[in-house]
């Protein structure tokens, strides 16, 4: 079988491609390149689920470890193109570089398989980063399998996620928390300055 690397932003997301791919007579070998998941227990958890995912299926695994907190947070605040975008880039040409120094003919990216991310934008971003890197980008939409996929992986016990993975979409996963306990606190503050005026 024809060997594809196949960059994988979570295990649960990989039972979407992974099959697939092997119904095409290709053989994924993942990739687990995510600097962008913070804080780091979740980065830990994520990763660690992947590995022992890919080992219980005999799927070959490389880890190019970065936990890259500060230098992410630096990028994504000042992305002139939005933070998204950014994250895309910056992964995904890492996949096409390593794709062509490591000789292999094609890559792609469990991302493809979210109904969450801007599917459009990843495929744009993964085909300029192939063009880039002089390797083919394996262009398939896995969002039809992620239902399925994300079924599949709660009935396996791996570890699911609530959030896309920076920081910044943690926050944007509890606005509405967040909101609320700043109306709930700020009444209570309000009160307590005015019981401090009238003692």
């Keep these: 079988m024809t060997k594809v690397l196949l960059h994988c932003c979570c295990a649960p997301c990989s039972l979407s491609c992974i099959e697939p791919l092997k119904g095409e007579g290709l053989e994924p070998v993942a990739l687990w390149y995510n600097p962008n998941i913070h804080p780091w227990k979740e980065y830990v958890a994520r990763r660690d689920c992947l590995v022992d995912y890919a080992s219980s299926i005999r799927m070959e695994l490389i880890v190019a470890e970065n936990y890259g907190l ?41 991302l493809l398989a979210s ?24 262009y398939r939409d896995f969002r039809p399998n992620f239902r399925a996929g994300n079924a599949r992986a709660r009935e396996l016990g791996l570890y699911m996620q609530s959030y896309c993975g ?16 700043a109306e709930r606190f700020g009444r209570v503050a309000a009160a307590q300055a005015e019981d401090g005026r009238d003692g």
């Design 70 to 110: 500060k230098s992410f947070v630096k990028e994504a605040v000042n992305a002139s193109d939005g933070r998204c975008s950014m994250c895309y880039r910056s992964r995904l040409d890492f996949v096409a570089k390593y794709a062509a120094e490591a000789g292999f003919e094609a890559f792609t990216t469990t």
């Design 166 to 181: 920076c920081i910044f979409s943690e926050e944007e996963r509890y606005d509405k928390q967040i909101r609320r306990d």
């Design 115 to 138: 109904v969450y991310q801007n599917h459009e934008l990843i495929a744009s971003i993964a085909q300029s980063s192939a063009d880039r890197y002089g390797v083919s980008f394996l």
